[in-house]
Structure formats: structure tokens, C-alpha cells
């Protein structure tokens, strides 16, 4: 499995403007239409070559239809006790001096589902009398602050996947997953549904009863039915996909011996057809570059 941090990172990446439109919507109503996306470098240079990574995760930078700009900046926490404000507020400093024009707006989301017994530290304040030498907030998230239950008819794509980090009570667990898979079905296209799916499992930690549960459930509903079908025929032909990787990689070891990663990564990533037409390419091939590269 991925990092639990990139999973998180490719969700961003995949949905940056329904990010921004649930967590910042009235920054849409004052700077009017948003024209453009970028996804700026994750991590500002070192002042020296001893220093620590700063591992923190996502700019990005908003152009609105009235010229002005918002530099967004998320981080995203699992475990609290990592988190540093001092850290946070060192990168945003760096984004400001690289983009003095934005405005930036430091967001902190927070993905554990517990209730927490202490806060993490919000601001930091430096005065002296009536002089404010440093005042520095960021907007923080926490998922378990969000009801699952209030996002059941939302059409925003991004919050019907993180549904299963909500809060919610044990006994709406699986309608909770279910309301996840039914959403994400009818908002996405079935490519970006099928790479989410395997999200929402990890983060929902569905056992393989419950998957069984959760397809009858889908199955018996007319408005679910067809999503039920769906995920059926994905399972099948993910099944049938692993029987020929898994073929084709013992022949390919069998004949040239261990495979390098270069070819266990193309492996991995083919696609049924696509192994179908390697094994039809391997007794004759006089290397593994040969196979591959068709």
C-alpha cells in the first residue's frame, strides 16, 4: 500500500478545486471565477545543506478571475503529535517571500478518527505592550469534527471519499461506505472511481464480509443496482488480470531469470489486454526488452 501521506497527496491532486470549494468557499465569492490551477514545489530549499527536509506537503497556487491570487498550502496529519506549528510557520514564510502577490492561507488537515484529549498549538503571538512583533494562525481541519451523516446527498466527489474518516456511529458504518461507493460512482468517471475505491476500502478498513454485505445491499436497490454490476465485473477482470500477471511472471523468470525492476514495474501496471499480448510475444523474444517493449 502507499504511503498513507500520498494517498492523501494524490486526492489534492486529483480534486483541487472541490478542495477549495469545501474548505475556502468564500474565497470564490470575492475573487470571483477561478482560471487556473498549479501545483507549486512541495518543499522550499535549505538555508544549509545540514538542515532538515521540511516534510510538508501541498501548495497550491489559485488564479481568480479578478486577477488576484491564494496560495494554499495543505498539510496533512494522522498523528497529532507531529505536527509542528514552528515547522508549518517556516515554510509558509519561505511561500510568502516566493510569492509576495498571493495571499497565503496555511491549512492543516487533520485525518485521525479519534476525538482528541489536547489541542495542538494554533497561533503564536509575539508582543511587547501594545507592539504585535508576530501573529501567525493556519486554518485546521479535522475530518472527525464532520458528520458523515450531513454528506450524504453532497455532490462534491472529494468529501463522499473521505466519508469513511468522518464521524459516524459503528452501527452506520456500512451505509456509511455504501453512501461513499454510491456517490463517488455517480459524480466520477470510472476511471477515477476505480482508483478511489481502493481508497475508501483502506481508510473504511472493510473486512471481506462486509464487501460481500455492502454488494448485496447495492445489488438489491434499483439505484444501486447498476453500481453493484459494476463492481462485480471490476473484481472479475481484476481477477483475471492477476491470473496473467502472475503466469506471465513466472514464465519470464523461468526464461531469463530475475526480473529487474524496471520490468516488475510494467508488470504490474499492464493492463489485462496488455499482458495477453506479452504472453503471445514470450517464447519467441530473446530478451525481456523485446517482450516489454511492444
Not at 477482470?237 to 530475475?258: A, K, N, P, Y
Request: net charge negative.
Amino acid at each position: 500500500m502507499q504511503s498513507h501521506d500520498h494517498n492523501f497527496k494524490n486526492l489534492f491532486l486529483d480534486f483541487p478545486s472541490e478542495a477549495l470549494t469545501w474548505l475556502l468557499p468564500e474565497v470564490l465569492r470575492e475573487y470571483g471565477e477561478l482560471r487556473h490551477i498549479e501545483f507549486v514545489r512541495q518543499e522550499p530549499g535549505k538555508r544549509k545543506l545540514t538542515d532538515r527536509g521540511l516534510e510538508l506537503d501541498m501548495p497550491i497556487l489559485f488564479t481568480f478571475d479578478a486577477g488576484q491570487i491564494l496560495l494554499w498550502l495543505v498539510e496533512f496529519q494522522e498523528d497529532k503529535r507531529k505536527f509542528s506549528i514552528y515547522r508549518l510557520l517556516r515554510y509558509v514564510t519561505d511561500l510568502m517571500e516566493r510569492y509576495p502577490l498571493a495571499t497565503v492561507i496555511p491549512t492543516v488537515l487533520f485525518t485521525e478518527r479519534r476525538r482528541w484529549k489536547k489541542d495542538v498549538s494554533r497561533q503564536l503571538l509575539s508582543r511587547f505592550g501594545e507592539r504585535v512583533f508576530l501573529h501567525f494562525e493556519f486554518q485546521l481541519i479535522r475530518l472527525f469534527d464532520y458528520q458523515a451523516r450531513d454528506y450524504y446527498n453532497t455532490a462534491n466527489p472529494l468529501l463522499k471519499i473521505l466519508l469513511p474518516k468522518m464521524d459516524f456511529k459503528e452501527e452506520d458504518r456500512l451505509e456509511v461506505i455504501r453512501q461513499a461507493y454510491k456517490g463517488l460512482y455517480e459524480l466520477v468517471a470510472p476511471m477515477v472511481f476505480d482508483k478511489y475505491l481502493d481508497f475508501i476500502d483502506i481508510y473504511a478498513g472493510i473486512a471481506e464480509d462486509e464487501k460481500e454485505t455492502i454488494y448485496c445491499d447495492l445489488r438489491e436497490h434499483k439505484e444501486t443496482a447498476m453500481l453493484a454490476q459494476y463492481i462485480k465485473s471490476k473484481g472479475f477482470e481484476e481477477g483475471m488480470r492477476q491470473g496473467r500477471h502472475g503466469l506471465l511472471e513466472r514464465i519470464l523468470v523461468s526464461r531469463f531469470g530475475i526480473l529487474p525492476d524496471w520490468a516488475r514495474r510494467k508488470l504490474d501496471s499492464a493492463s489485462p489486454e496488455q499482458l495477453e499480448q506479452w504472453a503471445d510475444c514470450v517464447l519467441k523474444a530473446e530478451s525481456i526488452r523485446d517482450i516489454l517493449s511492444e
